[in-house]
């Protein structure tokens, strides 16, 4: 598996997308100009989960699915807790925010809630976990 997440292979020194072979082998020719995954499984290889599309079929598919950093409207971000990727609720990030207010160091708090010491500033420093803009 690449460092993607999508299954590959290299034919003659070039990489292959697995889910793109398996259209290939479904449908008897390339997905284009791209192979997109109904399941949102990178690693997926099941014929009856792929489908073709462009770039913006697939940021449509995301959006609808709620994949994305947007809420129901493209302009409207979504923020704190209610990100796709965040790690702590909003109440956590107060938390780590008054502990450092109070004196802790980064570095310890970042251990204690095995964290990476880069996430923990951004949520001091108010990069990540804003509740408003």
């Not at 807790?81 to 790690?87: E, K, N, V, W």
């Not at 938390?95 to 450092?100: E, V």
């Not at 207010?101 to 251990?111: Q, S, V, Y």
Request: glycine content about 8%.
């Amino acid at each position: 598996m690449g460092t993607t997440g999508y299954g590959q292979f290299d034919v003659h020194d070039r990489p292959i997308k697995a889910h793109r072979v398996a259209f290939l082998i479904a449908h008897g020719r390339w997905p284009e100009p791209c192979g997109l995954h109904h399941c949102d499984n990178r690693a997926c290889v099941n014929p009856d989960h792929l489908f073709e599309g462009d770039k913006h079929a697939n940021m449509r598919d995301c959006a609808e699915k709620k994949r994305t950093v947007y809420q129901r409207s493209p302009w409207k971000k979504r923020f704190g807790a209610a990100h796709c990727r965040a790690r702590f609720s909003d109440e956590e990030a107060a938390d780590i925010r008054a502990r450092y207010a109070r004196g802790e160091l980064m570095k310890d708090i970042a251990r204690e809630l095995d964290a990476d010491e880069g996430t923990i500033s951004n949520i001091i420093r108010g990069r990540t976990y804003v509740t408003k803009i």
